[in-house]
């Protein structure tokens, strides 16, 4: 059988996503589709020459930081 296969996702199931990218050993093609209302999603951002998107938290030398600083 030989077909199209559509998926919706968000952005927090991205790592699922990029696990079976690693599996299949290819690309899976994201798009937009028409007339739905995004507020906002990095899944369309371009990706930055380390391969890896704005989302998430970013790495710092005590660990992750997802947010403002606390002192």
């Known amino acids: 059988n030989v077909g199209d296969a559509f998926t919706l996702m968000?952005?927090?199931e991205l790592p699922a996503l990029q696990a079976i990218e690693?599996?299949?050993?290819?690309?899976?093609?994201?798009?937009k589709l028409e007339n739905f209302p995004y507020l906002y999603t990095a899944l369309f951002e371009p990706e930055t020459p380390s391969g890896k998107r704005g989302i998430g938290g970013g790495r710092t030398h005590r660990g992750y930081s997802f947010g403002r600083r606390r002192h």
Do not use: S, Y
Not at 22 to 31: E, N, S, T, V
């Open 10 to 12: 968000n952005g927090q």
């Open 22 to 31: 690693r599996f299949i050993g290819q690309k899976i093609p994201r798009l």
